[in-house]
């Protein structure tokens, strides 16, 4: 499992460079609580690689931690845990842990919320998303975990080739084409008013480079999107939300834009000020914004900072950057905005949820 | 398609392709779904039981005992074996960290009441009594901790030959009246190996291939009162029927791929074959798969049911099915991480197109 990690990063830190709008865009001033979240003893976190909230302001974490193995059955290889998913109460008192021993967590990528207080849980390892209710029990599944995972005799001198033409773990699909939910490394899920889902397949070196759209019983719609830099084209749709008027932004995070499409996949705009999108939220009410995280890669403190920006692309405001003090963000994956001055980050570097408090009062930031 | 997963995955669309897309890879629906009239039905809500913090994952195999206990065979994140009451109230567990649980595949009850499972994982057949002890067991776990084990059969790997006791990722297992057995093995051999009750081989039947006798991929099998054995020859989307002594007597090929089947219980027995969508959801067999075959032994196709989907009441790739009783299915589902309990209600099937009895 460990070797697989060698194949992600390699062009990714391509494309860590500076960004223009962050000269412009007026800093919000803001505090940060890094300790709000009591852990039981004996429970440990990890790379809270999904952090969401639902209405009741209950904080779930899908994050990556224990123990990923691998065991041999009829000369196959069978890869299993690694993720787990927790509750927490708004003022960070523990509740539970759902999804025990789930056969498809196995690498925590996004975790969202739906407006009926419904979890979604996307597992990169397994190329699936699960749906759970608020009793915590499957409802739906999109995705087939693969049943076996390809280990390649591994002498110690041995490198991936640098396009393997199947990723490491296994994943099924096969770009654009495939018509359903055959996922390759899932990144992120969103919902229309009308209740479509929406897929970000996905992220990582031979993922589908596509978004997929199913209707709100899971019937597969559409897909559009393949590897590129054109319009509809992505290199790596890392994070997806929704507006009130059912425009999708995607972040298009090899491109370094956000995309924007209507709900039917047609393509409107795109964004370049926001430099490396790894992370978007986007806030409830009658005014919306969308937060996005310029992240830093896992090599480097460089950059690190999170916009805040109207839906038309102006960005109004920035905070943060990279770096593993408070207030400081490592490597952010996840963010939660249902309250627009009130974001959880959740941070793989630093294995770090932050509670952000938002001070726009200056006057600076719009609204 | 699972045999082609474990393979480079472009070869995988080539399986699907290859096996079940016609000509300009348009794929068509099984022969007799046009003429056969729909069986109404209706699915139990919530029949399971799973009590919190405990999770299905996959379920691969469903099973009924004389008592109407329900068994899943389900792969989590280990393989498990579950026990639920006859109104679904979870019982217990059965085989935990079982050295023979790997990647579950079938489970059946035999007539004593003994639970059966067939590991593909492990290559094992496994008996437990009812108290949910090893009682008997068949095949052998390969060896483990060396480190070609590690390693992922290519494609074009030669298959050894089958040999009288060693299974390659077998699938099911089915009883004549005598108690001797059939395993259908599987992924790897493409045969049918028949045992006696003690379980001392007797003979096997089949080789990769299409032509009559030959097997691809049998994936299900079920034996009828008369000593009868009926296998799902998946990949060659044909039901073949064997004599208790394994001579080919009738190939079925009109109701699509048979990823299960069962015979129901009583004394006119009928035969159900699942013609499930594939597990990658690929819409567009989607479009023309997933439902369910109620037959004649003889193969005359009198009704179907069901249709592919997420929700209740919806089949998302059916892997094994029970039919103890005939209008009471317990269907095991892959890619919804589900089972349920299907009620048909073939008394409500419109007078004009009802057939058989």
């Known amino acids: 499992m460990k070797a697989l990690l060698r194949f992600t990063p390699l062009a990714l830190v391509l494309f860590a460079s500076s960004v223009l709008a962050q000269g412009s865009a007026p800093e919000i001033a803001y505090d940060t609580n890094s300790t709000f979240l009591k852990w039981p003893e004996h429970i440990y976190m990890g790379e809270p690689a999904g952090v969401a909230a639902d209405s009741k302001g209950h904080i779930f974490i899908y994050t990556r931690t224990g123990e990923e193995n691998l065991t041999t059955g009829t000369s196959r290889t069978f890869v299993r845990g690694g993720s787990k998913l927790f509750e927490f109460e708004a003022n960070g008192t523990y509740v539970r842990e759902i999804g025990q021993d789930l056969y498809g967590f196995i690498r925590a990528e996004r975790l969202r919320v739906d407006s009926q207080d419904f979890i979604w849980a996307v597992d990169s390892g397994s190329d699936m998303l699960m749906k759970f209710d608020q009793q915590g029990h499957i409802v739906m599944t999109f995705g087939r975990k693969p049943e076996a995972v390809d280990v390649p005799a591994m002498p110690p001198e041995y490198e991936p080739p640098p396009n393997p033409g199947r990723d490491p773990f296994g994943g099924r699909g096969v770009g654009s084409g495939e018509l359903g939910d055959g996922l390759n490394r899932p990144s992120d899920v969103a919902f229309d008013s009308n209740g479509n889902i929406f897929i970000a397949d996905g992220h990582g070196g031979t993922s589908n480079y596509r978004v997929i759209k199913f209707d709100k019983n899971g019937v597969f719609v559409k897909t559009w999107g393949n590897k590129g830099n054109g319009p509809g084209q992505f290199q790596w749709p890392s994070a997806i939300v929704i507006d009130a008027k059912n425009n999708l932004y995607v972040a298009d995070k090899g491109n370094r834009r956000i995309q924007v499409f209507d709900d039917d996949g047609t393509f409107k705009t795109e964004y370049h000020n926001v430099g490396f999108p790894a992370a978007m939220c986007i806030t409830p009410g009658a005014h919306q914004y969308i937060y996005v995280s310029n992240s830093n890669e896992r090599t480097n403190l460089d950059n690190g900072e999170i916009y805040k920006m109207e839906l038309d692309g102006t960005v109004v405001g920035r905070f943060g950057k990279a770096g593993k003090g408070p207030k400081e963000f490592g490597t952010v994956n996840s963010l939660d905005c249902r309250s627009e001055n009130e974001l959880t980050v959740g941070e793989l570097l630093n294995w770090r949820v932050q509670k952000v408090t938002l001070h726009p009062g200056s006057g600076k930031s719009g609204n | ?356 009895n």
């Open chain 2, 1 to 356: 398609m699972k045999r082609c997963f474990g393979l480079v995955f472009a070869m995988a669309v080539f399986c699907l392709a290859g096996s079940t897309f016609g000509q300009g890879g348009v794929p068509a629906r099984a022969a007799a779904f046009a003429t056969t009239p729909d069986i109404p039905y209706e699915a139990v809500p919530n029949f399971f039981k799973i009590p919190d913090g405990l999770y299905l994952g996959e379920v691969l195999g469903v099973a009924t005992d004389s008592k109407g206990h329900v068994f899943l065979y389900t792969r989590g994140n280990h393989t498990r074996l579950f026990e639920f009451e006859k109104d679904g109230k979870f019982m217990r567990e059965i085989g935990d960290n079982l050295y023979a649980f790997e990647m579950a595949h079938g489970v059946r009850v035999d007539k004593n009441d003994n639970i059966w499972a067939v590991d593909e994982g492990t290559n094992m057949i496994v008996e437990f009594n009812q108290l949910g002890r090893v009682i008997f067991t068949l095949g052998s776990k390969p060896d483990s901790g060396k480190g070609w084990a590690f390693q992922t059969p290519k494609f074009n790997d030669p298959v050894p030959p089958a040999q009288p006791y060693i299974f390659n990722r077998p699938t099911d297992i089915a009883w004549d009246p005598q108690g001797n057995f059939f395993i259908a093995d599987g992924y790897g051999n493409s045969r049918v190996a028949k045992y006696d009750k003690n379980g001392t081989f007797i003979k096997s039947v089949g080789e990769k291939g299409k032509a009559p006798g030959q097997l691809n991929l049998p994936h299900a099998i079920a034996a009828d009162a008369a000593g009868n054995v009926y296998v799902g020859d998946r990949s060659n989307s044909r039901v073949q029927i064997f004599d208790d002594d394994l001579n080919l007597k009738k190939v079925v090929d009109n109701v699509g791929a048979p990823w299960a089947m069962c015979i129901s219980g009583g004394p006119h027995q009928y035969l159900y074959v699942s013609n499930s969508n594939p597990d990658n959801n690929d819409s567009r067999m989607i479009a023309v798969s997933g439902e369910i075959y109620k037959m004649e032994l003889d193969g005359t196709v009198i009704g179907k049911f069901g249709k592919p989907g997420k929700l209740p009441g919806e089949f998302a790739t059916v892997h094994s099915l029970d039919c103890r009783n005939e209008n009471e299915i317990y269907t095991a589902e892959i890619t919804a991480w589900r089972a349920q309990k299907i009620i048909l209600h073939p008394e409500k099937m419109a007078a004009s197109s009802k057939a058989g």
